[in-house]
C-alpha cells in the first residue's frame, strides 16, 4: 500500500513539476516547430510544412508579434484585403489582448509566398535600420501593382519625419 502511495505521489509531483517548469526548459515545447516564445501562443498547425523553411516563418511571426508599429504600415499584395486584412500584419496575427499581446495567429501566411516575402524583407529592412517610410517605399517598389495587378491591402501611409520613423 506504501509503495503504491509513493508511485503516486512521485508521478503526481512529477507531473506539477513538467506543468510549472518555464516553456523554454520544457523539451516537449523547444522540440515543437510551433513553439517561438513563452509570451507567444504556439504558431498554427502546418508550419513546419509552409511556404518557406521554418527559419524564416519562425522569423516573420516573430516580426510581426514583435513589431506591429512597423507592419501596421506595410501593405500586402497578394490580394487578401478581401479576407478582411488591413495591412501584412493581418496576415499572420489575427488578434491582440488589450495590452498588445499575440493572443492568435492568422494562418493565412503558412500558404501565401508574398504575404511571407513582404514580411521578410521588412524585418531585413528595419534590421538594417530603415525606417518605417523607407521600408514602406521599398516595398511598394518591388510590388508596384501587386501579384497579378491587384492593388494592395488598405494600409496607411506612415507619417514621414514623424513619429513613426
Not at 523553411?53 to 490580394?79: D, N, Q, S, Y
Request: hydrophobic fraction near 40%.
Amino acid at each position: 500500500m506504501m509503495r503504491h502511495y509513493l508511485s503516486r505521489a512521485a508521478l503526481l509531483l512529477f507531473a506539477l513539476t513538467a506543468l510549472t517548469a518555464p516553456a523554454s526548459a520544457r523539451p516537449d515545447v523547444q522540440n515543437n516547430p510551433r513553439f517561438l516564445a513563452k509570451d507567444l501562443p504556439l504558431l498554427p498547425e502546418g508550419v513546419d510544412r509552409a511556404v518557406q523553411p521554418l527559419t524564416v516563418m519562425h522569423a516573420t511571426f516573430t516580426f510581426a508579434a514583435r513589431h506591429p508599429e512597423v507592419m501596421k504600415f506595410v501593405p500586402c499584395f497578394c490580394g487578401c484585403q478581401h479576407r478582411g486584412h488591413k495591412d501584412n500584419h493581418d496576415c499572420f496575427v489575427s488578434s491582440r489582448d488589450a495590452a498588445g499581446n499575440v493572443k492568435a495567429w492568422e494562418p493565412h501566411a503558412l500558404e501565401c509566398q508574398v504575404c511571407v516575402d513582404v514580411a521578410y524583407q521588412a524585418l531585413r529592412l528595419h534590421n538594417s535600420g530603415a525606417s518605417i517610410s523607407a521600408i514602406r517605399d521599398a516595398i511598394e517598389k518591388k510590388y508596384p501593382h501587386g501579384e497579378n495587378h491587384q492593388n494592395h491591402t488598405p494600409t496607411p501611409m506612415p507619417k514621414r519625419g514623424g513619429g513613426h520613423d
